[in-house]
């Protein structure tokens, strides 16, 4: 299993937008900057947020984007939705079939209940994060430092 870059990069995007005042917004430009991203390509990953309704866009000379949802209502597994959708993880192609020459009411595949376990797994942890418990952890004593120089950047780029 491989997960698109975009979907880390959304995630401490929200981190980032949780750091704003009420009505403060940040441009996509600046979030796309501080994570090292291109800015084109950015802005289609928050447009994804946007279509999740996971945050807001605010169109302008001043405008951004902002949270749409309480950083406690937004999951992980909300992000990875957006950015990868719905799909199952393991899809079988049909290889016990042919090895075993199985009729088509008899196929099956031995993979797949596995497979489905260890989704629901994965997905029930990252159910449980939320952008809410990621920026507490952010906050533990050994990042002290380095988030006091994060808050001030999301001060000086933010837009009212």
């Known amino acids: 299993m491989h997960m698109k870059t975009g979907v880390e990069q959304?995630?401490?995007?929200?981190?980032?937008?949780?750091m704003l005042p009420d009505k403060?917004?940040?441009?996509?430009?600046?979030?796309?900057?501080q994570l090292g991203a291109s800015a084109t390509y950015f802005q289609?990953?928050?447009?994804?947020?946007?279509?999740?309704?996971?945050?807001?866009?605010?169109?302008?000379?001043?405008?951004?984007?902002?949270?749409?949802?309480?950083?406690?209502?937004?999951?992980?597994?909300?992000?990875?939705?957006?950015v990868?959708?719905?799909?199952?993880l393991y899809s079988s192609n049909g290889i016990l079939v042919d090895m075993l020459d199985l009729e088509k009411e008899d196929s099956c595949c031995l993979l797949t209940n596995l497979m489905e376990e260890a989704e629901s797994s994965w997905k029930a942890v990252l159910k449980r994060e939320t952008i809410?418990?990621?920026?507490?952890?952010?906050?533990?004593?050994r990042f002290k430092d380095k988030i006091a120089v994060l808050e001030e950047w999301v001060s000086n780029k933010m837009v009212i």
């Open 10 to 18: 959304l995630v401490y995007a929200l981190v980032l937008l949780n």
């Open 24 to 33: 403060a917004v940040l441009s996509g430009e600046a979030i796309s900057q």
């Open 44 to 82: 289609k990953l928050l447009r994804k947020l946007v279509t999740a309704d996971i945050i807001t866009s605010v169109p302008g000379i001043k405008g951004g984007f902002k949270l749409k949802k309480s950083p406690e209502d937004i999951r992980v597994y909300d992000v990875y939705l957006a």
């Open 84 to 88: 990868e959708g719905q799909q199952s």
């Open 132 to 141: 809410a418990s990621l920026s507490e952890e952010m906050r533990a004593e």
